[in-house]
């Protein structure tokens, strides 16, 4: 089955580019996520990419997407302390949507 | 339009006891999917649901349960409950045809002791 993999920790300073790699098992992922979450509470989509796109931006965020070495990586540029958060990548197997693989989570620390 | 909603936001069961949690998807959406939260094995899928079906189940034992219900609501069952049991669970719903990601509710802190 699919397997999600994340470094589990990342510190910056505010101001600067984050970037949170992922790489995954199964080719087949035809879709693929970023989720955000905030203590206490649940997942808040951030952003996706299908798996014929090399790349998208959506205002400070960028993913980018390796389908050779299956590596996905979420940039946040000029990252906000109200950035710090974990971040989880998701994919969703085969063709089907009928359930997400989650990676362990980035723990993500923005400092003044 | 209204989020995702999951009640109750907190519980607090004893070991042995059953427990069900309720989930009301964005309107419109016909899928639900159930997640499992924990420190120690992360996210993991459940099950879920599309107009009243399971077409999906996770690796987890038969004391876990679901079902949905014609306006799309959901509720998960888990009986005899295990000190492990204790974690977040997530509910998440989508249109259940496209796949532009799924919304998440805030979830259901169950502790067990």
């Known amino acids: 089955g699919e397997d999600v993999e994340q470094s589990l920790f990342l510190s910056v300073r505010e101001g600067d580019s984050s970037v949170i790699n992922c790489t995954y098992t199964?080719?087949?992922?035809?879709?693929l996520y970023w989720y955000k979450q905030e203590p206490g509470a649940g997942l808040q989509l951030l952003t996706y990419?299908?798996?014929?796109?090399d790349m998208k931006q959506d205002q400070r965020l960028t993913v980018l997407l390796n389908k050779k070495d299956k590596h996905l990586s979420l940039r946040i540029a000029d990252t906000q302390t109200g950035d710090s958060a974990i971040y989880f990548c998701?994919?969703?197997?085969?063709?089907?949507?009928?359930?997400?693989?989650f990676g362990t989570g980035t723990r993500l620390l923005v400092s003044p | 339009k209204a989020g995702v909603t999951q009640t109750p936001r907190y519980l607090i069961k004893t070991r042995g006891q059953q427990v069900t949690l309720s989930c009301s998807p964005i309107s419109g959406h016909r899928s639900v999917s159930w997640y499992q939260q924990t420190p120690g094995q992360g996210l993991q899928f459940l099950f879920e649901y599309f107009s009243e079906t399971q077409r999906n189940k996770g690796n987890f034992p038969g004391r876990f349960s679901g079902r949905q219900f014609s306006n799309s609501r959901s509720e998960m069952n888990v009986s005899t409950l295990e000190l492990g049991d204790s974690a977040l669970y997530l509910c998440a719903s989508s249109p259940g045809t496209v796949n532009y990601g799924y919304t998440f509710g805030s979830g259901t802190r169950l502790t067990v002791v």
């Open positions: 990419i299908f798996s014929n796109m």
């Open positions: 998701a994919g969703a197997p085969n063709t089907g949507f009928q359930k997400l693989v």
């Open positions: 199964d080719s087949s992922s035809t879709y």
